[in-house]
């Protein structure tokens, strides 16, 4: 059941476009890669080389957006890449695991820590393990050896995807932060999928890239992303406009900045490769005035998020990904869930089920606990999602076992009963339904404390691993990353 979500009326969506096509023009946008520019330079884009700003004609934009429109009319298909939005899907929860975390949260250890090879394992093989986590990306960064010795930099996102390959059949979105590792990322993608045809219909390893908001792609994200489209890869871009800072005080004028910057971006990409698909995507905010603080969770921003992707999805005819995956709070507990349940139930309302799962504090850290109730919040939005259906229900059975029972009976003995009690009622895996044995007992019982427990008996019998053969070509591939990275 998806009740619908509109925000705008036709005419609003028009200015809002009609307001991003005036920022394009004027200011424009920094434009960081040279070889970008080049290409809008040719397409007849206004170009200041010292200031390295593109100003781009409206004709142009709009020129880009009938073309990207005309090729959906033709069948195209694109992808939209990343763990940490969520893009319109439906049916069952298609939950996953993602984010690029530089901190994990240690709840028994009480602190954010940097991950370790051992807990990244361990976050790959609990996505594994859980039957809605349909795709496992990298939830943590691999940054130190388990005896803290510390990775070298720049073979980083090459080693948390060797190490996601060898502990997954689920392997997903993962960080790319330059042009040079990308072949080594594909490569590996390929021996997960099985062969180069395999991997690029259904690409793993890679995923998008940000601006600097306001209105600046730097030139390593420009040329990933480039890069990216030249490969026939999946190329997303995706804006984090803060409301009272980078943007106005305005949620519509955030809407239409980050429209500025995603359309600005994919006429700079597709000016340099006419067949690349630049789709879209937002983790807004808004600056905290009492604090100092950017939110993600707010209210507003998942206003903002669901504004700019009913732009897109009614004025453009384009999907659209929206920044489910962030909440403010620090550690698993009231506010996480209670924001988590705001943002799943947002996206379940605009077509959105692949939820991410397990980011806290802004993005910022991981935990195994938080992605277990997150999981549970998701189960709970679809179990009210399904509505009451009438239609396909037996109503006269229902009213015989009513007269058979008579006033005052009750239905417990029935056959019926039994047949329907989990087809008709969701069950929690995490929230305390049982009777009240007092206080202490009752908080022993808590959603955290389940969540917890819940981790370590996955733990205990999450074992897939890779076979050999696939094991050998994946470390083959990080000894030629090092010799080509390192030196």
């Known amino acids: ?77 694109p992808l939209l890449l990343n763990g940490v939005v969520s893009s319109l899907s439906s049916g069952s929860i298609q939950a996953k695991f993602g984010g690029a975390c530089l901190e994990c949260l240690d709840l ?11 807990d990244l394992v ?27 010795t510390r990775i070298d930099p720049r073979m980083e996102r090459v080693k948390t995807a060797a190490l996601i390959a060898c502990y997954t059949t689920k392997a997903g979105a993962a960080e790319v932060w330059n042009t040079a590792e990308l072949p080594f990322l594909m490569e590996i993608g390929e021996i997960v999928r099985g062969s180069r045809a395999a991997y690029m219909q259904n690409p ?5 890239k940000e601006t600097i908001s306001p209105l600046i792609l730097d030139d390593k994200a420009g040329d990933v992303l480039l890069l990216l489209a030249e490969n026939g890869l999946a190329t997303t871009i995706i804006p984090m406009p803060l409301t009272g800072a980078s943007a106005p ?18 006429v700079a990409v597709r000016s340099a490769c006419s067949d690349a698909w630049v789709a879209g995507g937002v983790i807004s905010g808004i600056l905290d005035m009492g604090s100092g603080a950017a939110c993600f969770a707010a209210p507003e921003a998942i206003l903002q998020d669901l504004g700019i992707a009913e732009l897109h999805e009614r004025r453009y005819g384009f999907d659209f990904a929206i920044g489910t995956g962030y909440t403010d709070a620090k550690y698993p507990g009231i506010q996480s869930v209670m924001e988590k349940m705001a943002k799943y139930w947002a996206a379940y309302q605009s077509g959105r089920v692949n939820y991410p799962l397990g980011l806290m504090a802004g993005g910022k850290a991981f935990s195994p606990e938080q992605a ?59 929230m305390d339904r ?5 206080y202490t007992q009752d908080q022993e019982r808590d959603m955290l404390a389940n969540a917890r427990a819940q981790y370590h008996k996955v733990m205990k019998n999450a074992v897939y691993e890779v076979d050999s053969d696939r094991r050998r070509a994946i470390e083959d591939v990080v000894r030629r990353a090092e010799k080509i990275l390192c030196h």
């Not at 520019?37 to 100003?55: F, H, N, P, S, Y």
């Open 1 to 77: 059941m998806n009740f619908g979500l509109r925000l705008f009326s036709d005419s609003d969506l028009d200015r809002i476009h009609d307001l991003s096509l005036k920022i394009l023009a004027d200011p424009g946008m920094r434009i960081m890669s040279p070889k970008l520019r080049q290409a809008l330079a040719k397409r007849g884009a206004q170009i200041d080389e010292t200031k390295e700003v593109v100003r781009f004609p409206s004709g142009l934009v709009e020129e880009t957006i009938s073309a990207m429109q005309a090729e959906l009319r033709a069948g195209r298909k």
């Open 108 to 118: 028994e250890g009480g602190q954010f820590r940097a991950p370790t090879r051992q």
């Open 122 to 148: 361990n976050l790959v093989r609990l996505g594994q393990a859980l039957p809605e986590v349909t795709t496992v990306g990298n939830p943590v960064v691999y940054l130190r050896e388990d005896d803290g």
């Open 204 to 208: 793993c390893f890679v995923t998008a």
């Open 249 to 266: 005080m305005s949620l519509a004028a955030n809407v239409a900045l980050c429209n500025a910057e995603v359309l600005g971006a994919a």
């Open 372 to 430: 277990l109730l997150d999981l549970e919040v998701a189960r709970w939005v679809h179990g009210f999602g399904k509505g009451i259906p009438v239609e396909d229900v037996d109503l006269e059975t229902c009213l015989e076992i009513i007269r058979r029972r008579g006033i005052g009976g009750n239905c417990l003995e029935e056959e019926h009963t039994l047949q329907n009690m989990r087809r008709v009622v969701w069950y929690p895996t995490l």
């Open 434 to 438: 049982k009777l009240s044995t007092g």
